[in-house]
């Protein structure tokens, strides 16, 4: 399992950008599925987005489709996700997840390693 630390969380306001960075240890990060999911007050946490090994593919929610970019770099052990035209039901805990599995997949059960979480709030 990897150990995932989030960052770059904090407070913006509505249409502007932001950009989470989660850096892992481990040796083998680059053979991790990667992904991101988010949790709302009162709310199931739920899928963000998500890459593969070599980046080649990607997969996002549909909420955020269009507005966020998920990519990484293997070589700094870091995953991010790049948040454009933010709105106020963006407003959640962002979690860094990691997948020894193959394939991109959206259930949470999927990903066995989790980082701590970082805050998002978006004011309108």
């Known amino acids: 399992q990897l150990q995932l630390v989030e960052s770059g969380g904090g407070l913006v306001q509505a249409g502007n950008s932001l950009r989470l960075s989660c850096a892992a240890s481990?040796?083998?990060?680059?053979?991790?599925?990667l992904g991101w999911f988010r949790q709302a007050p009162g709310k199931e946490r739920e899928f963000v987005a998500a890459?593969?090994?070599?980046?080649?593919?990607?997969r996002y929610a549909d909420s955020v489709k269009g507005r966020f970019t998920i990519s990484r770099d293997n070589a700094k052990n870091t995953v991010y996700l790049q948040m454009d035209s933010l709105k106020p039901e963006d407003t959640a805990v962002y979690y860094c997840?990691?997948?020894?599995?193959?394939?991109?997949?959206?259930?949470?059960?999927?990903?066995?390693?989790w980082g701590q979480g970082t805050q998002v709030t978006v004011s309108s």
């Open positions: 997840a990691a997948s020894s599995g193959f394939y991109i997949y959206t259930g949470r059960s999927y990903y066995n390693s």
């Open positions: 481990g040796r083998t990060f680059g053979s991790y599925v």
């Open positions: 890459i593969a090994q070599s980046a080649g593919s990607t």
